[in-house]
């Protein structure tokens, strides 16, 4: 990807800021000159995060508040959104599901998706914009202990999709784009996970994660969103696995 350098004026909200990927995606975002707009609805980790990153400023909000998405982008008038946020699945095999706890991704993840990417459709962004949504490489191979997170990060790849369309046909000049990362043990959502895959494969957590290479860490998840920010719209595609190794299209 070839790529502008300068996020000065390039106004960001990161979703899901205040710890994990969406902390790191921060971090880097700030780092690299944008100013960010941390939203979480836990204060405390943002305001830390504000305080140690001049660039940064907090909200706290429940992003999956069908209020909060209008609400935020039309007084930040945000260039660039990306949307971390996700809630914990449960994680036990389909007969220890609830339907409450099996659809806890689709109340929290798809919402949140949705809201936000409704907004930006309907404001619209500004021109130039780019609207970021963290589906999982779960869409690609399922999570059968997982409930319904990955059918929830599937769909949220459609809606990234549908919404992509709909700015181009509407010649908005924004860019959806889903990034799914692959699991990784440093946050923690991926952590129990990782532990239930590998105790169900009959491995240690160290076997099991040799399948995948180097660990996906927040610091590469923010490597790689500065490096798709900045990419140029041209080369930018609709869908990456994201990976220890950084960002890959996908067909
Ligand atoms: N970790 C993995 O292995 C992995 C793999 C593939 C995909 N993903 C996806 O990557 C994203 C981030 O995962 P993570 O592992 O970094 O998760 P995490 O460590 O649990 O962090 C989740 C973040 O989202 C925020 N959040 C949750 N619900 C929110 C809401 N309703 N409104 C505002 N903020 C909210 C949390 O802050 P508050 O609780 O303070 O609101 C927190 O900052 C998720 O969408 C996840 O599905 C993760």
Redesign the pocket.
Known sequence: MTSASDLSDRTTIV?????????GIATALAEAGAPVIA????AS?IVELANRTGTIQPEV????DATVAGSLIDRYEPQVVIL?????PLIRPLQHQTWETFSV?WQ??VR?GFHWVREALLKPLRRGSRVVV?????ALAGSPLSGGYAGA?ATQRFITAYARDEAKRAELDITFTAV?????PL????RP?VQAYATRSGQTVEEYLQQFGEP?T?EVAGAALVELVRADVAGVGPSYLLTGAGLQALP
């Open positions: 979703v899901g800021a205040s710890r994990g990927l969406g902390r939203v979480a609805r836990t980790p909000a429940d992003a999956s971390v946020a996700g809630a914990s991704n929290t993840d949140i963290i589906s999982s490489g779960a990060k799914l990362p692959r699991i990784t946050t923690d959502l991926g996970a996906l927040p």
